[in-house]
């Protein structure tokens, strides 16, 4: 599906596909080290090939995956990714999101952000939530202005727990 960012960019939303490994992880090394610090908690430069594997090749029974892509110069390049991720015996969901630099603050993060609230909900998950890094501003204030409640992470200083109950929305 197509969608319009803020600054009246069109971009393609879709789930992503065992192919896209080269173009996922061509994303990943494009990004920020404090977004790939963000999205990964660490500074990789590049995704470890089980990683990349695991990325790509989600079951679609266990959630959902998807991708962004822009056609700069004729070919696409995936700009972000977001995933949410089952636990059907705890009725939970964990989702991960992450933009490119230069598309951040355009409106692409809340509507990736939106579609994996609403399929946690269509799936009925009890309780969608996310791990964010405490230093993540933008993140943190998107997830509250989505509903998300956001509270310390009592295992860990460093991050803090975005949570809805998505099927009550």
Known sequence: MSTLLTDGSKVKIRSIHSNDASMLQAFVRRLSLQSRRFRFFSGIVE???QLLERLVDLD???GL?????????GSAVIIAEARCVLDPAEGHAEFALAVADEF???GLGERLLKTLVTYASHRGVRRLFGEIMADNHGMLALARRLGFQV???ALDRK???ASIAPSQR
């Open 47 to 49: 995704l470890p090939t």
């Open 60 to 62: 679609r029974r266990r």
């Open 65 to 73: 995956a998807l991708v962004a892509l822009k056609e700069p110069s």
């Open 104 to 106: 951040q603050r355009r």
């Open 151 to 153: 509270q310390s992470n």
């Open 159 to 161: 991050t803090m727990i």
